[in-house]
C-alpha cells in the first residue's frame, strides 16, 4: 500500500485556471530560493542516507536531486518554447527512465550547481515577462491540456517544495516503511 504522506509530503499539486500577479511573484521567489534550501538539506543529509528511498519504490535521494534538475531543465526550455512559438506542443519525457541513466549515480553537488546557475537563469526570465506573456500557453502532448506559463511557474514552485520534503523524509534516517 502506497503511504500518500511519504509520496506527496506537502499535498498534492493543484492548479488553477489564473493567478494574480502577488501569487506568481511567491511562486517566482519559490523558484529562486530552491537551491539554496536544497543545497543546504543536503548538507545536512548523511552521504550514507542518500541511497535510500523516502518509501517504497521511490527515489533514492541522489535521484530526486538529479531529478529536480533534469525537471527545471525542462521547465525551462518549456518557459521558452512557449515564449517564441504560438501555442507549442511541448516535449514530454520519461522521467522515471531519466532517473536511472548513468550520470544520475554522480555526486549530487554536480545536479545542486545547474539549479544554481538554471534557476538564475529561469528566474531573470520569469520577472521579466509581462502579463501578456505570463498568460501565454503550452499544449501538452499526453494531457492535450492548455497550460499557460502562469500556471507552470505555480507547479514548478510546488515541485521544488515537493522534491525538498521527500528529502527530508531521508534525512531522517527513518525507515521508508515506518509511519510518521
Known amino acids: 500500500m502506497i503511504d500518500v504522506k ?8 493543484t492548479s488553477k485556471p489564473s493567478y ?9 521567489e519559490q523558484i ?3 537551491p539554496e534550501k536544497l543545497e543546504k538539506l543536503y548538507s545536512s543529509i548523511n552521504s550514507n542516507l542518500l541511497n535510500r528511498t523516502y518509501r517504497e519504490g521511490g527515489w533514492t535521494g541522489l535521484q530526486v536531486i538529479h531529478h529536480l534538475a533534469d525537471s527545471h531543465m525542462n521547465a525551462y526550455i518549456r518557459c521558452k ?4 512559438e504560438n501555442n507549442p506542443v511541448i516535449k514530454a519525457y520519461d522521467e522515471k527512465a531519466w532517473a536511472v541513466t548513468p550520470e544520475t549515480q554522480l555526486n549530487a553537488s554536480l545536479s545542486i550547481n545547474l539549479l544554481h546557475a538554471l534557476h538564475k ?5 520569469l520577472r521579466g515577462l509581462t502579463q501578456e506573456e ?21 507547479l514548478y514552485a510546488w515541485h521544488g517544495e515537493h ?3 521527500h528529502l527530508k523524509l531521508i534525512a531522517t534516517g527513518h525507515d521508508v516503511n515506518q509511519t510518521q
Request: proline share 4%; net charge positive; aromatic share 12%.
Open 6 to 13: 511519504r509520496q506527496y509530503p506537502i499535498g498534492k499539486f
Open 20 to 28: 494574480s500577479a502577488e501569487e506568481t511573484n511567491n511562486y517566482i
Open 32 to 34: 529562486a530560493a530552491l
Open 81 to 84: 518554447w512557449t515564449l517564441t
Open 121 to 125: 537563469k529561469w528566474v531573470a526570465l
Open 134 to 154: 505570463l498568460n501565454k500557453q503550452f499544449v501538452h502532448p499526453e494531457t492535450h491540456k492548455q497550460i499557460s506559463i502562469n500556471q507552470l511557474i505555480a
Open 163 to 165: 522534491h525538498l520534503g
